[in-house]
């Protein structure tokens, strides 16, 4: 952003973007605060205003329609005033993304102001994350999670998918600032490579997978659009088994401990917990297949009429599982919403796809339509394990994904340097 037009902003909208990706995934507690008033203030802004150009958009309607189904469903959960309660309040995420789409990231110089602070934002969480690994804490006090999985700045095990989400920010950040020529572009592969190392040793194995694709996906798309890269692309695989080597033979043991456990899940998953409460997950939408058993019920209901544990340590003691969410975003959908909502979030999703990979885009920065559909992709794949996305420490982070991603779709540069 140049100063004249940094003169021109305004400093508290400056300051907001600044905060945004910070505040969003520091904690659950100011991702909450910070975009339910930004959600308040963008329908106070916009009944004052009368602008409802947005209600036009069609993952706008998309989504009110889902919760509008959830609220209605309601009524026939047994938890009908909670169920109520959580489908009205889940409002707060996609409207908080509607104000940054329609208030915020109005322009390349916002949207490049907010890249450039989650670049840097990124750049401390990894600085602090390999410290962790190396010395059992990390700069702030806190010491490797469970199962040896780091931390981070973070208090939880969260520090791989947050910071996947926060990678497509600041790759953007560098895509953006430097010339599409064969030096460059090699240079953007290799760190994205270098970035899979580091979710490698997060521990968190379904984030490294999404990492990896994305580099496939990333080296393919390149490949196929600058012919000159593709000498490279050899040397970039084999370094990545040369680094992956490396870290085997430093950190064997903990990597063992982390993977081949994993090996084991995928070969007899469903004996696995993760097997037992997806079994739970299908037996609780049986409940109700239509409208489901109601919004952020999941838990409660399994216990009420499944009976199951909700202890995930005596799994093996029963024939299913009651925990928070399903640990999938669609069985868990399809358990709290039925076959209705999930056909409703499924539509939005594909309103959601058409904007950040609409055929402009493709045509005008293919590489650029990569990153964008990749964020939302990872996001919703479907067969991965996933945090839920009714959840405040989670919600925040894909519903800011979603509108970034909105934006910068709808803010390609004019002029592309091939």
């Not at 203030?41 to 919760?67: G, T």
């Not at 969410?325 to 919403?337: D, G, K, R, S, T």
């Not at 945090?387 to 979603?402: D, E, H, K, P, Q």
Request: aromatic share 18%; glycine share 6%; with cysteine.
């Amino acid at each position: 952003m140049s100063l004249a037009t940094l003169h021109k902003e305004k400093w508290p909208l400056l300051v907001f973007i600044v905060l945004l990706p910070i505040f969003t995934f520091i904690s659950k507690t100011t991702a909450d605060v910070y975009l339910t008033l930004t959600g308040l203030f963008f329908v106070f802004y916009s009944v004052k205003n009368k602008e409802y150009d947005w209600l036009q958009w069609p993952w706008v309607r998309a989504i009110f329609a889902f919760i509008l189904v959830a609220m209605i469903s309601a009524c026939f959960s047994i938890f009908p005033k909670e169920a109520f309660i959580q489908s009205f309040i889940y409002l707060r995420w996609p409207l908080a993304a509607i104000a940054l789409v329609s208030l915020v990231f109005t322009n390349q110089q916002r949207l490049h102001l907010f890249e450039k602070t989650a670049f840097f934002f990124l750049l401390f969480i990894i600085v602090d994350t390999v410290f962790q690994f190396f010395y059992g804490k990390d700069i702030l006090g806190h010491p490797i999670g469970g199962t040896s999985r780091l931390t981070g700045p973070f208090t939880k095990t969260l520090v791989g998918a947050y910071s996947l989400k926060l990678f497509f920010f600041a790759f953007v950040f560098l895509y953006m600032l430097v010339e599409k020529n064969t030096k460059n572009l090699f240079l953007l592969t290799l760190s994205i490579l270098a970035f899979n190392v580091f979710l490698l040793i997060t521990g968190e194995r379904i984030v490294f997978i999404f990492g990896v694709l994305f580099l496939l996906g990333w080296l393919l798309a390149t490949a196929f659009i600058y012919q000159a890269l593709r000498k490279f692309i050899p040397l970039i695989l084999m370094g990545g088994a040369a680094l992956f080597a490396l870290i085997v033979v430093f950190a064997r043991d903990l990597l063992l401990l982390r993977f081949v456990p994993f090996i084991d899940a995928i070969k007899n998953f469903s004996s696995t917990t993760y097997g037992d409460i997806f079994h739970s997950a299908f037996e609780l939408w049986q409940l109700s297949p239509l409208l489901g058993v109601g919004m952020r019920m999941y838990s409660e209901v399994c216990v009420a009429k499944l009976g199951y544990t909700e202890n995930e340590v005596l799994f093996e003691q029963t024939a299913g599982l009651c925990v928070r969410h399903p640990h999938n975003i669609y069985l868990e959908i399809l358990a709290q919403n039925g076959i209705v909502g999930l056909l409703l979030f499924v539509l939005t999703l594909y309103c959601i796809f058409r904007v950040v990979s609409a055929k402009r885009i493709w045509q005008q920065d293919s590489l650029l339509a990569v990153i964008l559909t990749g964020s939302v992709v990872v996001t919703f794949w479907p067969l991965a394990t996933s945090m839920s996305i009714f959840a405040n420490n989670y919600a925040g982070a894909v519903w800011l994904t979603i509108a970034w991603a909105i934006a910068r779709a709808q803010h390609i540069p004019a002029k592309i340097i091939n």
